[in-house]
């Protein structure tokens, strides 16, 4: 990490603002999968994808300003822009995406064996487990992925990658 406390105070959009929800779509669509046509499920994947790509890109760009024109720029670019791009697909769309769809589907198996409620209730009820599972489940995976990336992909280039992410 940056020792430069004008780089560690500057806020990083990605990461520090609302635009970092956008990570969550796919969580939210996945929850709302029993209620919404499929397509809107889809969409929310690529917004996420969307914010994963740009994010991936950004720190491809800003490894390229600290780099400047010393020799293995192109190199620190690329392991910066894998990096990311491999932590955000893993933590923010990926692994979240397979736990709610997975959470919700059981879910909605058990209320119709186990209740007499109307589908509609059913799935209602489905919508907010899975929506109320999202929190719970952020730290972990962030924490899974860093541990996963760590022990992989970031020995191969040195370990020092775009460094951990915070969620």
Not at 25 to 41: D, K, S, Y
Not at 96 to 103: H, L, S
Not at 111 to 125: D, I, Q, Y
Request: glycine letters at 8%; proline letters at 5%.
């Amino acid at each position: 990490m940056d020792s430069n406390p004008e780089h560690s105070k500057e806020v990083d959009i990605y990461r520090d603002t609302w635009v970092r929800f956008l990570g969550y779509a796919n969580e939210v669509g996945e929850a709302f999968r029993a209620l919404v046509p499929v397509g809107m499920v889809w969409a929310s994947y690529g917004v996420s994808t969307m914010y994963v790509t740009a994010d991936a890109v950004d720190k491809g760009k800003k490894a390229a300003a600290e780099h400047g024109d010393r020799p293995g720029k192109t190199a620190r670019v690329a392991v910066a822009v894998v990096d990311t791009f491999v932590w955000q697909a893993l933590a923010s769309v990926a692994i979240p995406g397979f736990i709610i769809n997975r959470v919700c589907a059981a879910s909605l198996y058990m209320l119709g064996r186990t209740t007499r409620w109307p589908l509609p209730v059913r799935k209602w009820t489905t919508t907010a487990i899975g929506l109320s599972t999202i929190p719970f489940i952020i730290k972990p995976i962030d924490r899974s992925v860093d541990f996963l990336l760590d022990s992989s992909l970031r020995k191969v280039y040195g370990g020092g990658g775009s460094g951990k992410h915070d969620s």
